[in-house]
């Protein structure tokens, strides 16, 4: 017998209370994205994020002022059960690593971290499993919303390799402690009306991945929408859909063949050669959307 909780999306209940989904990163569109699958009725959740929720936090977040200074998880996991007591969650206050997680149906990224996603995409397409990265643009003016089905659609490394060569100011704290990770993208400006936009996009591929909704039917994994951009390109609170060609080393060992065969004349030494160097030299090509 259902709860009355869930009176209002009786079938996604059914579907999604059998369901695993873990979620990497709990900031704004985390807890956005955590907050709509609990009240969709997700059976099981698994909340990996290090963090303490910050008083700069509240203004963007589902938390409230009550959970300043306490772990992100754990109190997205009390939040989760104040909807939900049926959900079995698991609060990781820890940086995303493949080890930390069992067998999911669905992992979600949100991380502000292209490592983090990194990793994420190589746990999906080890465990073949479907994939969901979320993020904003500027003053989270624009969503990017990127899903990847294991040996079906180019992997978020496909799309996204371009990110390991952005250029992210400086942070004192690089010298001074040794896990900084170099990679995380600095908070920003941006409102909570426009992340709920992109959490509600985000939501819309994962009914998709879950066969629920027709959502998935353009040729394109990645989705993005100008929320509110005047000077974006696309159209407004239009959704676009980009182009990415699948062929990273990553995803398509295939391409990673091809790549060293046709750098066997210039590196005849095989251990020599890295292919990632390589995908990097057309990142620009890649990074692109149609
Ligand atoms: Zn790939």
């Known amino acids: 017998m259902p709860l009355p909780v869930f009176a209002r999306n009786p079938r996604e209940h059914a579907v999604f209370s ?7 990163g709990a900031g704004s569109l985390g807890s956005a994205l955590i907050d709509i699958l609990a009240r969709t009725g997700v059976g099981s959740l698994t909340l990996i994020d290090p ?68 990793l994420v995409n190589g746990y999906a397409l080890r465990e073949n499993v479907p994939a969901v990265f979320g993020g904003v643009w500027g003053e989270a003016s624009v969503a990017e919303i990127v899903y990847v089905v294991p040996r079906k659609t180019p992997c978020y490394e496909c799309y996204g390799a371009f990110r390991r060569n952005v250029v992210i100011p400086p942070d004192a704290r690089r010298y001074t402690d040794p896990s900084f990770d170099d990679t995380r993208i600095p908070g920003q400006a941006g409102l909570w009306a426009n992340i709920l936009i992109a959490a ?17 039917r353009h040729p394109g994994n990645v989705w993005l929408m100008n929320i509110s951009d005047p000077h974006c390109p696309f159209q407004p609170l239009a959704l676009t859909v980009g182009e990415v060609k699948k062929g990273c080393a990553v995803c398509d060992p295939m391409s990673l063949e091809e790549l060293l065969s046709q750098n066997l004349a210039s590196c005849p030494d095989i251990s020599q050669f890295d292919p990632r160097g390589e995908m990097r030299e057309d990142e620009g090509e890649k990074g692109l959307v149609g």
């Open 51 to 118: 963090e303490d929720f910050a008083e700069e936090n509240i203004g963007r977040h589902v938390l409230t002022g009550d959970s300043v200074g306490k772990p992100k998880v754990e109190e997205l996991r009390r939040h989760v059960l104040g909807i939900n007591p049926e959900c079995h969650v698991t609060a990781i206050q820890a940086r995303f690593d493949v080890s930390l997680l069992a067998k999911t149906n669905l992992i979600v990224s949100t991380a502000d971290s292209f490592q983090a996603a990194s």
């Open 200 to 216: 509600g996009l985000g939501f819309q591929a994962i009914l998709g991945l879950m066969g629920i909704r027709d959502t998935l």
């Open 18 to 24: 059998a369901l695993h989904m873990a979620v990497v």
